[in-house]
């Protein structure tokens, strides 16, 4: 739930209604409230600021963009609820990437028949369900790239689709 004084205060940035993207309201509300807790996940009591969420979700942007997503590319994204998920939405959004969730509770065809259907040519998945993915990765035919994520502080695997 956002923070109850920023919901009460006006934003001093006006934008017009087509510039009113969810990643400018995120940097205009990190310049505004910095250090005011946006969100409090899943019971973290410290919760996180709108400069660490914005901070965050530029740091995943910038990632996505160097593997080569840009504006209107698909990436698919099998993750349970954690606060990643949201960095890597938000950061996704900055670069105007389409975000296609997929139920972590998909498997076999239908998994296959989802992430084809998505057009996405990058999947992250949580460390999890790749087992679950490996199962239909003959039959994927659009992905690339499929990025593991692991809640440890091991660094994130990328795995390319069709490379020696």
């Known amino acids: 739930m956002a923070s109850k004084a920023a919901q009460t205060e006006t934003a001093s940035v006006e934008h017009e209604v087509r510039d009113r993207l969810l990643s400018r309201l995120l940097e205009d509300g990190a310049g505004q409230f910095g250090d005011r807790t946006f969100l409090n996940f899943m019971g973290d009591k410290r919760g996180i600021t709108y400069g660490e969420l914005d901070e965050n979700a530029n740091r995943f942007a ?49 998994l296959a028949h989802v992430i084809n259907n998505s057009d996405a040519e990058i999947l992250v998945v949580d ?33 390319r689709i069709g490379s020696a």
């Open 62 to 110: 910038g990632g996505l963009r160097a593997l080569g997503l840009e504006k209107g590319t698909k990436l698919g994204v099998m993750l349970p609820n954690c606060v990643e998920y949201l960095y890597l939405l938000i950061g996704a959004a900055k670069i105007g990437a389409v975000t296609v969730p997929i139920n972590t509770g998909y498997k076999g065809d239908l």
């Open 127 to 159: 460390e999890r369900f790749v087992e679950t993915v490996s199962e239909v990765g003959v039959g994927l035919d659009g992905l690339k790239t499929i990025l593991v994520y692991s809640d440890t502080d091991a660094p994130a695997k990328t795995v």
